[in-house]
C-alpha cells in the first residue's frame, strides 16, 4: 500500500486492473485504492510480470504493506513455495513512481465517480457498483440509490478526509517552525503578453493567469533547493526535480494538493493541459498514486473570488508552500505616477529548519522577478 | 443542432466536470458560477469541451456570454446559425 501523503495511514485495496502472470510497465495503473482522499489510481514504478496478488480487494491494509510481487527481468523467478521474499520478487507498489500516463486506456473504461459521491455511498451503504449505466455518478445517484431523499448534513467536508487534513495541518503547526513572507506584484505586463497570447489561439491551447503563476513558483523553486523537497530524518532532502503540489479544494468539501510533475521545465501549453487535466481528475476522483505522493513544494491559489492574500500552511514533510490571491486592479506607483494596475500577493511559507527569511526573500523576489518579466510566453 | 439538443449537450458537459452539482437542478438563467463552486480552471475545460464538440471558436472576449446555461445555449445557437447562413 504505497503511501499516498503524509497524512495517510492505510488504504483499501479497492480492485485489481491486472491478473497474476500479466506484463506491466513502468506507471501502468495496476489497482485502485480507497484512501480518505478518494480512490486512487496505484501506479506500478518497476517493469515485470505480476507474480502473486496479495491482498483481496475490499481489504482495508496500513501503508507499507506489500500489495503484489512483481518479477522483474532479470531476477531470478519466485517459487510458489517461496515465501514472498525481497530478493526475490520485490512488494511492489509500495514506492511511488511517477509522471506515468501508461494504463489510461484500461482506467477510461472506469465510471467517474466524484469524491462526494463516493463518501455518500459509503454512509449510505449503498454499493458503487449497482448503479450500473450512469458515466458519472452523483451524491444524487447515490442517495436515490440508497432510496432516501437528500437528507445531507451539513458537513464541510468527508468526515475521514477532514480529519486527515487535520491531521497533517496540526503536525505542521506542531513540527514546522514557519516563517511568513509577502509581496505584490505587478502582472500587467504579463496579462498583457498572456492576451496577446490566447488571442491567436483555440480554446484548448489557451493559456490562464494560474499556469503563469505556478511557472513561476516552481522556476524560482529549481533555483532555491530549499524551498524544494523533504524534511526527513532531521535534515533537508532536496529534490532536483519541482514537482508542484497544487492545492485543489473539491466541490464536496476537503482538499488535495496533487503533484503537477515537471512544473519547471515541461512546455508551459503541456504544463496549462497537464493543470486543466490534473485538476479536473482531483474533483471527479482520479488522481494517481505518484501525484499524491511526491509533491516536492505545494502552491495554493485563491482563484477570482477577490481575496488578496493567503499565508499558507505548509504540508508535510514538504519545506515551503507559496500563495497567490487573486488577481485585483490596484493603485500602484509606475514611474513616478500611480497608477491602476492588477496586482498579484504573493506569500511564502518556509520551514526554518531549512531556510532563513533572507534567502526566502530572495526566493520570493525571484517570482516577482519571473512575473513581470516573463520569460515566456 | 436544436435548441433541445444544445441544452443537452451543455448540461452533460457541466455534469462531466462537475458530478457533485446536479446540472438539471440549477437556474438555467441565472450565472453558473453563482450556484456551485466552479472555478477559472472548471471553465476552461467547459470551453474545451464545447469546442471540442461542436467544432466552434469561442473568443475569449465571448467567454462573458457562456456564464449561464441559457446564455451558453443561446450562444452556441447563435454561432451555428451564422455557420449556416455563412
Known amino acids: 500500500m504505497p503511501s499516498l501523503g503524509a497524512d495517510m495511514e492505510a488504504g483499501t485495496l479497492t480492485r485489481w486492473l491486472v491478473s497474476e502472470g500479466d506484463t506491466v510497465h513502468r506507471g501502468d495503473i495496476i489497482a485502485v485504492v480507497e484512501t480518505v482522499k478518494g480512490a486512487i489510481d496505484v501506479e506500478v514504478f518497476q517493469d515485470g510480470r505480476v507474480e502473486r496478488l496479495l491482498v483481496e480487494p475490499g481489504t482495508e491494509v496500513p501503508v507499507g504493506t506489500p500489495l503484489a510481487l512483481i518479477h522483474s527481468p532479470g531476477e531470478p523467478a519466485a517459487t510458489p513455495k517461496a515465501a514472498p521474499k525481497a530478493e ?242 490596484r493603485p500602484w506607483v509606475v514611474a513616478g505616477k500611480v497608477a491602476p494596475r492588477p496586482l498579484v500577493r504573493v506569500s511564502l511559507a518556509a520551514d526554518h529548519r531549512v531556510s532563513d527569511g533572507h534567502r526566502g526573500a530572495l526566493f520570493l523576489a525571484e517570482i516577482g522577478r519571473l512575473l513581470e518579466n516573463p520569460e515566456e510566453p | 443542432m436544436n435548441q433541445e439538443s444544445l441544452r443537452k449537450l451543455v448540461l452533460d458537459t457541466l455534469g462531466h466536470i462537475a458530478p457533485d452539482a446536479d446540472p438539471a437542478a440549477l437556474d438555467p438563467a441565472v450565472n453558473i458560477r453563482d450556484q456551485i463552486d466552479f472555478d477559472s480552471m472548471d471553465f476552461y475545460n467547459f470551453a474545451v469541451a464545447l469546442h471540442e464538440k461542436l467544432g466552434v471558436e469561442i473568443p475569449e472576449s465571448d467567454y462573458p456570454r457562456l456564464s449561464s446555461i441559457d446564455g451558453c445555449v443561446r450562444y452556441l445557437q447563435d454561432k451555428a446559425d451564422s455557420r449556416a447562413a455563412g
Open chain 1, 88 to 329: 526475490s520478487a520485490r512488494p511492489s507498489a509500495r514506492a511511488p513512481g511517477r509522471g506515468a500516463t501508461a494504463g489510461d486506456a484500461r482506467g477510461a473504461t472506469r465510471r467517474r465517480v466524484s469524491p462526494a459521491a463516493r463518501r455518500r455511498a459509503r454512509e449510505l451503504g449503498v454499493d458503487l457498483k449497482a448503479l450500473e449505466g450512469a458515466a458519472a455518478v452523483t451524491v444524487t445517484d447515490v442517495e436515490r440509490a440508497a432510496g432516501g431523499g437528500p437528507a445531507r448534513a451539513a458537513s464541510p467536508a468527508p468526515g475521514g478526509m477532514r480529519a486527515a487534513i487535520a491531521a497533517a495541518m496540526s503536525r505542521s503547526k506542531r513540527e514546522i517552525p514557519h516563517y511568513y513572507l509577502e509581496t505584490s506584484v505587478d502582472m500587467g505586463g504579463a496579462l498583457e503578453r498572456l492576451s496577446t497570447y490566447n488571442g491567436a489561439r483555440p480554446v484548448p491551447d489557451r493559456l490562464l493567469p494560474a499556469v503563469l503563476l505556478l511557472r513561476a513558483a516552481a522556476r524560482a523553486a529549481a533555483r532555491y533547493p530549499e524551498m524544494n523537497g523533504w524534511y526527513r530524518d532531521g535534515a533537508h532532502v532536496p529534490s532536483t526535480a519541482v514537482h508542484a503540489g497544487m492545492a485543489t479544494a473539491l466541490r464536496g468539501g476537503g482538499l488535495v494538493a496533487p503533484a503537477l510533475h515537471d512544473a519547471d521545465s515541461r512546455p508551459l501549453p503541456e504544463l496549462m493541459r497537464g493543470l486543466a487535466d490534473l485538476v479536473s481528475r482531483a474533483r471527479t476522483g482520479r488522481l494517481r498514486s505518484s501525484e499524491m505522493a511526491d509533491p516536492t513544494i505545494t502552491v495554493t491559489s485563491l482563484g477570482e473570488q477577490g481575496v488578496e492574500s493567503v499565508l499558507a500552511v505548509i504540508f508535510p514533510p514538504q519545506v515551503a508552500i507559496v500563495g497567490f490571491g487573486s488577481i485585483v486592479q
